[in-house]
């Protein structure tokens, strides 16, 4: 990095001038474009926090940052010290070009190479010196959030504005104080641990992370409920329970229940008393304790933790755990005794292995060792203190096998089964809570009975162990465990995380939830009941959320972060709040959150205000193109047109001749045609002022048409339609004469476009291309995030793309530089529809969330959750005054937004 300037901080209390404007010959940003003088042409100012300058910051000698941290704008409206919509992150003073308030990314020449080896030198030997310092290849500045409260990064806390935070100016990362040191915490990293985090807040758990959160093990380490002790003498002993053994193992719950009838004793008696049955398992009988223990974990706890235990069993015991696992057909253990067996098969080990393979008559595992032998068979007969030890009968059987050409082959053993633990604990769970097997307790809630096993319940919190004590038959629990107050929706919720984790709440059942969690101190389902209220807010559901936080909880720090959420939620949504329902709360209650809503709407009021419209419509809309000052929609009746202002209905154009899904409806305004664009590659032609059919054609595509947009294809021909398809060939049809001017070959599937002005930008299955209409060569590139591109967007205010993945990530995209810019990561589910209006971007996705970002500085508007009648299915926007949108849901209806 020789060459870079070194710089040097002001003295105290001195402000330092922004650097000089580039000249008018080079980009703003001093590296962008074809620029090449130095990566840095002037010495950095100090980061900037508030609108005043920070304290000075000792950097090391030699540490230039890899972007220029820009001042921000002066004035309460522009980000300045007064506050106001960019108060979270940097704004730069007006630059030369059109991008006039939005926050340079890029503004240098410098590789990664040299950001890395930049930062982490510096990273080695800067500390906390005042409000900036560097950390983990971040530029750290203190923050202030009061103006708009967000979420850190890291551990997810909320972030007040008496609470010590930093902003990492390179990145917008926000984190607390205690949060800095800890690693992979940007937004943009795309590790495993990012994924990983984003699957646990979407709640779309996998069985593994599911099985993690459960607390099975714990039974093993408490038999007060235990009903089953395997005696080994000497005082160990090894507890077990029935309902457990029924459902993962059936083969040795027979076992055991024949041996309970044989004695007397059994579960289900008719006795009040708990009488757990003891089991005399002696070594040379039966399985041995340390293997009993191995088993026993893999039926409570067959996980991603499980397996590593398993990687670690000792030699001596894989030949009997396999044994047993065949005698009780646990088949899954069984194969990860192969896999572990192969792995540790090696010329110290063959010896015992293959002499207690041979002595349990464990075939698959003889076999391997045996194999083994044959292929190093000089190294095994050179051992001869150890052949002594296996014995001559043994021995021979090896040398003879190999000598008679009967050389052993390692068998194949096939892959391992999954794992099945969360199947059967959902199967253990439907009938435990019907009452059918195994039950020793209920709770009755609104005339219905709710079965379950107390040994669940203990094991979540020792203090349910207080209120509940072993019993054989079912014992009513109501009054013990005082769930009263409780709906029977949210206790089987309670309960179904207890017995195979799902945390799918819903947010009426959280807020009925949150006393009974803190009573008896069930953290992890307290802070699941949070996250689901938080993220999962409606308007029918956000004046019960505040009822739970107003309720006499709101001091607490968990109940703060709910609170300023609902309230945010209902100032936003007002208009669609049924207020009647606070006549039915308590009056003192009911007036509380009134103030506090005209309170936090004097303080906070909504960026954008929007009022919403709903039209019925006789069938589902599929797509829906504006067309004039009129909207015409595709469904199963055909073709309609509507007003665009009010949405009334105005003319029938005709029945539905295909049964294909319309892909899109483009208005040649400069000729008056009107193209309707259907999946299986047929094109409608209407006449946009008779709405009479003229002609329909085929557009070639091989497979479904998946996208389709008017774009020039040169300046002799400024209309045309582009047509995109599955089979990764993209089309081009002059719009008056319908005649097809070229096609563009890609070896990607197309499942979305969109055009910049200077040529075709293409989204596939994590990649994107871009189609230059000079060369019309097509271009791929590794798309910065995950699953599949489904909606693409050119704003031309920012002269950027972005990219609606399948994941629920915008990907921001420089339509310039073609290099990735942010990453927004606000949806939860896939994106059904978006739009560009005024400055705005709409984005509706399938879980019924629509939400309005600032095109310039992507900052979130307004967020509409549950405002949606169904799951939107498409939209379409216009640039008249007011701004519209129009969405189609699936219940047979038009919802139509408008900007105020």
Known sequence: MSGLPAGRPPPPGARRKPPPPPPSSAPVGGGGGGSSGPPHAAPLPPPVVGGMPPKPVSLPAGFVSPRPIPPPIGGPGEGGSGGGANQNRFIPRKPTSERADRPLLRKTKSTKNQRDAVLKKAASDIKFEGKSFVHNEHIWNQHNFNGKPTWCDTCEGFLWQDVLAYQCSLCFTN????????????????????????????????????????????????????????DYGNGNHLPAHSFILHFRCPKLAGQIEDLRKKAGKGFFKQKKEHTPVHLNWNDTDNISLTSMQFVLNFLYSDNEEFQK???????????????????????????????????????????????????????????????????????????????????????????????????????????????????????????????????????????????????????????????????????????????????????????????????????????????????????????????????????????????VVFGGSSGEEHMKMLEKSALDFAVQNLEYLDLTSLRKMDQELSSRIMYRLLTQLQIAPPPIRITRKEVSVQAKVTCLGVVGESVWLTGANGLAVHDLQNGSKAADIRRAS??????????????????????????????????????????GHCGHVMAAVLAPFDSQQPTCVWTAGADGVLNVFHGQSLEHLSSVQLNEPILSMCFDGMGMWLGSKGKLGVVPFQTMQP?????????RVTHMLHIPTTKEIWCFCSSGDIVIHSAKSQKHVKTLSRHRDK??????????????????????????????????????????????????????????????????????
């Open 175 to 230: 984190t607390h104080e205690q949060c800095v040191k800890q690693e992979d915490i940007c937004q943009g990293s795309s590790g495993e641990e990012a994924k990983s985090k984003k699957k646990i807040r979407s709640n779309t758990l996998d069985s593994d992370m599911l099985a993690k959160k459960m607390k099975y093990t714990r039974l093993l380490e408490d038999d007060m409920f235990a009903d089953v002790f395997f």
């Open 309 to 547: 235990i398993a990687l670690m069993v000792q030699p001596s015991q894989i030949a009997e755990i396999w044994l047993w696992a065949r005698t009780w057909e646990l088949q899954r253990l069984e194969r990860l005794m192969i896999q572990r067996h192969s792995k540790v098969l090696n010329n110290n080990t063959v010896f015992e292995l293959l002499k207690g393979a041979h002595k349990v008559g464990a075939g698959p595992l003889k076999e391997q060792c045996m194999a083994f032998a044959h292929g190093n068979l000089q190294g095994f007969l050179s051992q001869k203190d150890k052949t002594t030890d296996l014995g001559m009968d043994l021995f021979q059987e090896v040398v003879e096998a190999f000598y008679d050409g009967k050389v052993a082959k390692a068998p194949d053993p096939g892959p391992i089964p999954g794992s099945t633990l969360i199947a059967d604990l959902e199967t253990m769970y439907a009938k435990v809570e019907r009452g059918e097997e195994y039950s020793d307790g209920f709770v009755e809630i609104g005339g219905k009975k709710i079965h379950f096993n107390k040994a669940i319940l203990a094991a979540n919190s020792k203090l349910f162990t207080r209120e509940l004590k072993p019993s054989v038959l079912p014992e009513n629990c109501t009054q013990a465990l005082g769930v009263e107050s409780l709906n029977a929706s949210a206790f089987q919720s309670l309960l179904k995380f207890f017995y195979f984790g799902d945390s799918s709440f819903s947010a009426i059942d959280s807020c009925n939830l949150i006393s009974f969690c803190k009573r008896f101190e069930l953290v992890e389902v307290l802070a699941i009941c949070e996250r689901q209220m938080r993220d999962n807010l409606t308007y029918d559901v956000v004046l019960d959320i505040l009822a």
């Open 658 to 699: 295909n049964q294909s899904r319309c892909k899109a409806i483009i208005h040649v305004y400069l000729v008056g045609k009107v193209w309707v664009v259907y999946a299986d590659g047929e094109v409608q032609v209407f006449n946009d002022s008779t709405r009479q059919m003229e002609t329909s054609f085929p557009t």
């Open 779 to 787: 271009s791929l590139q590794e798309l910065s995030g995950d699953g």
């Open 831 to 900: 994106f059904v529809a978006v739009a560009f209006v005024d400055g705005i971007v709409w984005s509706c996705s399938a879980d019924s969330v629509m939400i309005c970002w600032k095109a310039r500085t992507y900052e979130t508007l307004r967020t509409l959750r549950g405002v949606l009648s169904a799951v939107p299915v498409d939209a379409v926007c216009t640039s008249s005054s007011p701004a519209t949108i129009w969405t189609s849901t699936k219940n047979n209806k038009i919802c139509i937004y408008k900007k105020d």
